[in-house]
């Protein structure tokens, strides 16, 4: 009995050819296949040959055409590759036809992306998020999948329509599609209920830090997100030169200087075409972006395709509801950038973006300054008097506002300020005898 190819759907250790199919008739900027190819590394396999065919409209039965399938079969045949990686989407039958074609197992963006993500994940949480989005990416493809249905479909074989078998004739083959997809939704529901309450859990906790100023760091994986965490919080986050390297959120204090701090997340990084399931079951790990008072969007300015990727992520936070969200754009790793000019145009694009290099520190002191500037927010001037004995109030007063003057009466400190509203409201809730003076 011949192995079918999706038995082994992991490409690791593997040979890889890949394959891209452009629809537009635009010019093209730099290698198509670039991105693809670092995903494929990512999930520790070798790239061995490349094709790239632009049609204008996508084959309904291969994706390509018959005879670019053949050019692929003899490419696979000629580099010895074990998968074929399409930097497209395909539906269930086109992946049975090209594997059918070609002998190879055959996987498509989403596929890929979904198995460096079960490779990464660490903690339970992430591995829950990552089995449902594989299950619910599964479950529709479950049918094309069972290449071995024809043979054990029962007497009355397959119609002229392409369905397997008829009434009385339903074989075992497809008895046992309908128990797969029974495990599928019953494993599936369990698992949501099991993110739920992570969701719950992990809501109570970012909510329970609403009195902190929250920033959260987000971006194109491989931006350098984790890297300018251990340089702004050195909360000693895993760094890596790959596409998802980490999944998991990090939050750790950043010293601001003079007292004042805030709460700075790392979150999962994101990327074009980003599978949908992924999206809805990581919510959990960009909880700390939802509720965030500033995200940081972090960009690689060495990367050729950095504008695309800047839209990208915009995109994924749009979707997510933060467009409006307050956000400072961060161009990262200017020291590693040799296309200055490319720079420079990015810059004048964006100009209220700062430029960094969370490797040497360069620009760190500008960030950070106008960091401090937009949690202190825009300060009004007032006189507060609070007991003279609450060191808490007072000690939060010299750290989070500028303390223009002070003097002490009856036993009262009395404060001429300038606070922006949000830190005005912390200090109530702080401190239950604030009074505002004339």
Known sequence: MAIDPRDNLSVRRENALLVKIILDDRPLMGDPLAELAELTHSAGAF?????????????????????????IRQRADAYEADVIIFDNELSPSQIR???????????????????????????????????????????????????????????????????????????????????????????????????????????????????????SLVGYTNAGKSTLMNALTHAGAHTEDRLFATLDTLTRRWELGNGRYLLLSDTVGFIRDLPPHLVASFRATL???????????????????????????????????????????????????ADHAALTVTRQRHPAALSISARTGEGLDRLQAEVDRRMRGEQRRMTLSVPAHDGRALSFLESFAEVLDRRFEDGRAILDVAIAPRVLDHLHRLAADVRHGE
Request: hydrophobic share 40%.
């Open 47 to 71: 790239v061995v040959g490349r094709a790239v065919q632009r049609r204008k409209a996508y084959h309904p039965a291969t994706c390509v055409g018959k005879g670019k399938l053949d050019e």
């Open 97 to 215: 036809e090209i594997e059918k074609a070609t002998r190879r197992k055959v996987l498509d963006r989403s596929e890929l992306i979904l198995d460096i993500f079960a490779s990464r994940a660490r903690t339970r949480e992430a591995r829950l998020q990552v089995e449902l989005a594989q299950l619910e990416y599964t479950a529709p493809r479950l049918r094309g999948m069972w290449t071995h249905l024809e043979r054990i479909s029962g007497a009355g074989g397959a119609t002229g329509a392409g369905i397997v078998g008829g009434i009385g004739t339903r074989g075992p083959g497809e008895s046992q599609i309908e128990i797969d997809r029974r495990l599928v939704d019953r494993r599936v529901a369990a698992l949501k209920r099991q993110i739920v309450e992570i969701d719950e859990r992990k809501t109570r906790e970012v909510r329970a830090r609403k009195d902190f100023y929250t920033v």
């Open 287 to 337: 909880e700390e972006a939802l509720h965030a008072d500033l995200l940081l969007h972090v960009v690689d300015a060495a990367n050729s395709d950095a504008d695309a990727q800047i839209a990208a992520v915009e995109d994924v936070l749009a979707d997510l509801g933060l467009r409006d969200r307050p956000t400072l754009l961060l161009l990262n790793k200017i020291d590693a950038v």
